[in-house]
T-cell receptor, first 107, second 113 residues
Framework: GIQVEQSPPDLILQEGANSTLRCNFSDSVNNLQWFHQNPWGQLINLFYIPSGTKQNGRLSATTVATERYSLLYISSSQTTDSGVYFCAVVNNNDMRFGAGTRLTVKP | NAGVTQTPKFQVLKTGQSMTLQCAQDMNHNSMYWYRQDPGMGLRLIYYSASEGTTDKGEVPNGYNVSRLNKREFSLRLESAAPSQTSVYFC????????????FGPGTRLTVL
């Protein structure tokens, strides 16, 4: 099946800093989503972005499907941004998640 | 709109016991999914139902059965629980098919002793 790799695995930031999270995938995809799993375990939809660029407040995402990667940008980070960020892709009717990037934002 | 709801929130079973996890959605979605999440990992697809009356295996279907009861409800059954099935189980739904945006429930934390 398709391989999904996220980097970095861990990231520690000071409040107010910016960050870029990366998702690489090994084959073409029909769907790509970014999720935030908060410390209580809830999965929050951030972006549905099989291609192109989207922005939502301090967050934005870009997927370059032809080069098989997606980027999630977080600007002016806040402590509430802490948690695990997952990238998930669909290929051949199979949805696969990456292992996630654990983000800790310190006050 | 409650979105996707799951019951129970927590469950402890002994090895060999059976149980059914319930999932319901009120978004009029056609497709529903069951995932498991093990510690430190992303989610893995167990089964999905592209539409009412159909079910298909995902990445890790062994040891599980599913029932698409109607358009709103999709249940996951463990016939004979094993410690390896200790995990957090998430249900999700999407408008039509696995290529559409999926929305997740709050999860069920299951421990098998």
């Amino acid at each position: 099946g398709i391989q999904v790799e996220q980097s970095p695995p861990d990231l520690i930031l000071q409040e107010g800093a910016n960050s870029t999270l990366r998702c690489n995938f090994s084959d073409s995809v029909n769907n790509l989503q970014w999720f935030h799993q908060n410390p209580w375990g809830q999965l929050i939809n951030l972006f549905y972005i099989p291609s192109g660029t989207k922005q939502n407040g301090r967050l934005s995402a870009t997927t370059v499907a032809t080069e098989r990667y997606s980027l999630l940008y977080i600007s002016s980070s806040q402590t509430t941004d802490s948690g695990v960020y997952f990238c998930a892709v669909v290929n051949n009717n199979d949805m696969r998640f990456g292992a996630g990037t654990r983000l800790t934002v310190k006050p | 709109n409650a979105g996707v709801t799951q019951t129970p929130k927590f469950q402890v079973l002994k090895t060999g016991q059976s149980m059914t996890l319930q999932c319901a959605q009120d978004m009029n979605h056609n497709s529903m999914y069951w995932y498991r999440q093990d510690p430190g990992m992303g989610l893995r697809l167990i089964y999905y139902s592209a539409s009412e009356g159909t079910t298909d295996k995902g990445e890790v279907p062994n040891g599980y059965n599913v029932s698409r009861l109607n358009k709103r409800e999709f249940s996951l059954r463990l016939e004979s629980a094993a410690p390896s099935q200790t995990s957090v189980y998430f249900c999700a739904s999407s408008n039509s098919g696995i290529n559409n945006e999926q929305f997740f429930g709050p999860g069920t934390r299951l421990t098998v002793l």
